[in-house]
Antibody
Framework: EVQLVASGGGLVQPARSLTLSCAAS????????MHWVRQAPGRRLQWVSG????????GYADSVKGRFTISRDNAKNSLYLQMNSVRAEDTALYYC???????????????WGQGTTVTVSS | EIVLTQSPDTLSLSPGERATLSCRAS???????LAWYQQKPGQAPRLLIY???SRTTGIPDRFSGSGSGTDFTLTISKLEPEDFAVYYC????????FGQGTKLEIK
């Protein structure tokens, strides 16, 4: 069974840092690109960042560019999101999502984990 | 950025009826890179349709997708009780963006 288990969320103060992790199982992790997608209360889903199978291509939403860093460790079947200089508007449920293919911008997303909640507040 | 606008915001129908959900893009989506997801309360979104019209594995054939360019449609031919949920469209041809969602509720 394909599983994506995100962790690392919590309450963080504005301007501080937080790192999200996603543990993947049930499939060959390095065959697929991966993404982080967030959903703030009452707002539409928003793509945050994506990374190709070999980390060769990385993309970010404009709203997080320069503040967030996506990475992956294929040996550990894990995806990460380093969140720096967080803002109140980063408050959301963060989903770890598998792409349908190995590269970005062609195949779309298929499997979604349950997500981890990030709350930015003083 | 390609903006996706879904209509209606809420659709009230009864089990057994046909549902038609619309997704309009602010500019043409290349190669029909359009997907549809279903989300139930407290759950993650589930992929239904990709490439505008291809059903993913395990999705019943009462779900169908159509359209190209800027206008896309998700049709549920005969609603089952478990189909009442929120539906999102997503484009993945130019970065990734989502529609605001259509809530399909029981009438």
């Amino acid at each position: 069974e394909v599983q994506l288990v995100a962790s690392g969320g919590g309450l963080v103060q504005p301007a501080r840092s937080l790192t999200l992790s996603c543990a993947a199982s049930g499939f060959t992790f390095d065959d697929f690109a991966m993404h982080w997608v967030r959903q703030a209360p009452g707002r539409r889903l928003q793509w945050v960042s994506g990374i190709s199978w070999n980390s060769g291509v990385i993309g970010y939403a404009d709203s997080v560019k320069g503040r967030f860093t996506i990475s992956r460790d294929n040996a550990k079947n894990s995806l990460y999101l380093q969140m720096n200089s967080v803002r109140a508007e980063d408050t959301a449920l963060y989903y770890c999502v598998r792409d349908r293919g190995a590269v970005l911008y062609f195949y779309g997303m298929d499997v979604w984990g349950q997500g981890t909640t990030v709350t930015v507040s003083s | 950025e390609i903006v996706l606008t879904q209509s209606p915001d809420t659709l009230s129908l009864s089990p057994g009826e046909r549902a038609t959900l619309s997704c309009r893009a602010s500019r043409s989506i290349s190669s029909s890179y359009l997907a549809w997801y279903q989300q139930k309360p407290g759950q993650a979104p589930r992929l239904l349709i990709y490439g505008a019209s291809s059903r993913t594995t395990g999705i019943p054939d009462r779900f169908s997708g159509s359209g190209s360019g800027t206008d896309f449609t998700l049709t549920i031919s005969k609603l089952e009780p478990e189909d009442f949920a929120v539906y999102y469209c997503q484009q993945y041809g130019s970065s990734y963006t989502f529609g605001q969602g259509t809530k399909l509720e029981i009438k």
